[in-house]
Nanobody, 123 residues
Framework: VQLQASGGGLVQAGGSLRLSCVASGRTFSRYGMGWFRQTPGKEREFVAT????????DYADSVKGRFTISRDNAKNTVYLQSNSLKPEDTAVYYC?????????????????WGQGTLVTVSS
């Protein structure tokens, strides 16, 4: 399985971005998916996760109420709608997939990773 993330960019504080992650292969609909982010010198941080059907989601406290994770299994795509962005949201965002149907909040729970897309929020 290969994951291709896109949608990052430069945005002013208070703005919005929608990140997308397209997966190759026919098993995407069986996988739990997640978004993580990382800044230089820091560990990869959990952002959001969604189960195989899209019926369950979970978020880091720092993004709850501002970010929304969703998926379209017909398009093999998972999304991260990011609203009310803050400078502290600046990071490289990674999508990840795990060969289990449930959600995951830790990087080691994931088997596949995308290449990352940079989000920069200016103040």
């Amino acid at each position: 399985v290969q994951l291709q993330a896109s949608g990052g960019g430069l945005v002013q504080a208070g703005g919005s971005l929608r990140l997308s992650c397209v997966a190759s292969g026919r098993t995407f609909s069986r996988y739990g998916m997640g978004w993580f982010r990382q800044t230089p010198g820091k560990e990869r941080e959990f952002v959001a996760t969604i189960n195989y059907s899209g019926g369950s989601t979970d978020y880091a406290d720092s993004v709850k109420g501002r970010f929304t994770i969703s998926r379209d299994n017909a398009k093999n795509t998972v999304y991260l709608q990011s609203n009310s962005l803050k400078p502290e949201d600046t990071a490289v965002y990674y999508c990840a997939g795990r060969t289990r149907q449930t959600m995951g909040v830790r990087p080691y729970e994931y088997d596949y990773w995308g290449q990352g897309t940079l989000v920069t929020v200016s103040s």
